[in-house]
């Protein structure tokens, strides 16, 4: 499966933004699709998760209540809504898949096996 986020970009402390990772392929429905970031310097982190059964998600304690992760099968594609954002929030965001991920391994960066681009979010204070 190929991944294409967007929807970065630059915005001031408090503001919105909506980030999208579209997914090439039919089989959409099958994986497990993850957000993580990684700032300079930093290794990559996990944001959110939503599961591929049934559609639950997880998120970082650091993004709880701000942040909401959704998928639309029918559009191939999960995202990112992102309110109240912070300038510790400033990273490049990266959306991951994977069909066979356990759950206990779904914050875990090295369990996902496809990729996308990632997409920059710059929030200035």
């Known amino acids: 499966v190929q991944l294409q986020a967007s929807g970065g970009g630059l915005v001031q402390a408090g503001g919105s933004l909506r980030l999208s990772c579209a997914a090439s392929?039919?089989?959409?429905?099958?994986?497990?699709m993850g957000w993580f970031r990684q700032a300079p310097g930093k290794e990559r982190e996990f944001v959110a998760t939503i599961r591929r059964a049934g559609g639950s998600t997880s998120y970082a304690d650091s993004v709880k209540g701000r942040f909401t992760i959704s998928r639309d099968n029918a559009k191939n594609t999960v995202y990112l809504q992102m309110i109240s954002l912070k300038p510790e929030d400033t990273a490049v965001y990266y959306c991951a898949a994977d069909a066979s991920i356990i759950f206990s391994e779904t914050t875990n960066p090295r369990a996902y096996e496809y990729w996308g681009q990632g997409t920059q979010v710059t929030v200035s204070s």
């Open positions: 392929g039919r089989t959409f429905r099958s994986y497990t």
